[in-house]
């Protein structure tokens, strides 16, 4: 069984947790150009490395962001969203 | 018009094993599933209990703690944990800034708060429609370990914590409380899955020789 770190509730298998795509910042859209606006809409980076990523926790509906290493599998740490200094 | 009467979100469940149904805070439910010796008997090993009637308070928000504690209730102090009132009452603190209250049969707590008006920001009531269930005795350990993924043999429950997970598939809110003397786990989910749940533990809890108990177990109406 597959197990995931919620950083409210603790260690919890994975049925009870949802991918909720990368972690990405989202330019401006006031500001930012048409291509920039397209690329952060419609691109994915797919390569294999570390990425940040929402994750749901549904029991609870807790949001919160895992980084975790694509190529390995590996959960690093995983944080409430503007809360990674904490941990 | 005729007042409306709920029924229990299990109801439809309990109707087959033909309990004596009584109203219970204008909720239709199973006061008694068998004659009180045999209900004692199924308590000893494994019994689950309908308790949906008992009247919630559920409130979120920013300001949702000030606004209890100015309501002269007392709120634990960390997420996932809960705290009984000199009353009785149960206060879960499901968030930082959420909580359910329940009320005895016996009170009118939450009565008190659905009915006050918020008059400030950053209080948010929110509607409830649990099913809620007592489950208890000897064999607790097995059923769990059947249907739940998370260790609750161990401390997970201790020193007032709550716990949200998911049992037989369905998110669920479960704590452990003394209640007449005797340790039980308070079970609350969507009500729209009590029916659902009700069913899978009762299938368990029967296949080791527990059985149903009634509203009337745990608490006696006068």
Redesign the interface.
């Known amino acids: 069984?597959k197990l995931l770190q919620c950083p409210?509730?603790g260690i919890?298998?994975l049925?009870?947790f949802t991918y909720g795509g990368e972690y990405r910042d989202m330019p401006n859209p006031d500001t930012c150009s048409d291509k920039e606006w397209a690329a952060y809409v419609h691109y994915r980076n797919g390569a294999p490395g570390v990425k940040k990523e929402w994750w749901y926790?549904?029991?609870?509906?807790?949001w919160f962001i895992a980084e975790r290493d694509t190529m390995a599998d590996k959960v690093i740490r995983t944080y409430i969203a503007g809360q990674e200094e904490a941990k | 018009m005729q007042d409306a009467v709920l029924m229990s979100p299990v109801a439809f469940a309990h109707a087959l094993r033909k309990p004596v149904s009584g109203e219970v805070n204008g909720m239709e439910t199973a006061l008694s599933f068998d004659a009180a010796d045999v209900e004692a008997s199924r308590n000893k090993t494994l019994s689950i209990c309908d308790v949906s009637n008992l009247n919630r308070f559920g409130v979120k928000g920013p300001q949702a703690a000030n606004w209890l504690q100015t309501a002269g209730i007392k709120l634990p102090e960390t997420t996932n944990s809960w705290t009984p009132q000199d009353n009785g009452s149960l206060v879960m603190r499901l968030g930082n800034t959420e909580f359910l209250l329940e009320d005895r049969p016996e009170n009118d707590l939450t009565r008190t708060l659905n009915d006050t008006a918020v008059n400030q920001g950053g209080v948010h009531k929110v509607m409830r429609n649990d099913a809620a269930f007592i489950v208890s005795g000897e064999l607790t350990p097995a059923l769990f370990s059947e249907v739940c993924a998370i260790d609750l043999d161990g401390a997970t429950l201790e020193e007032n914590r709550l716990v949200m997970t998911v049992i037989a598939g369905v998110s669920a809110t479960l704590l452990k409380q003394t209640l007449n003397g005797q340790s039980v786990y308070r079970i609350w989910c969507d009500g729209t899955f009590g029916p659902y749940l009700w069913k899978t533990l009762l299938g368990i809890i029967e296949e080791q020789g527990g059985g149903p108990v009634g509203f009337n177990f745990y608490y006696s109406l006068t």
């Open positions: 069984m409210i509730n919890r298998p049925s009870e926790h549904g029991p609870s509906g807790t």
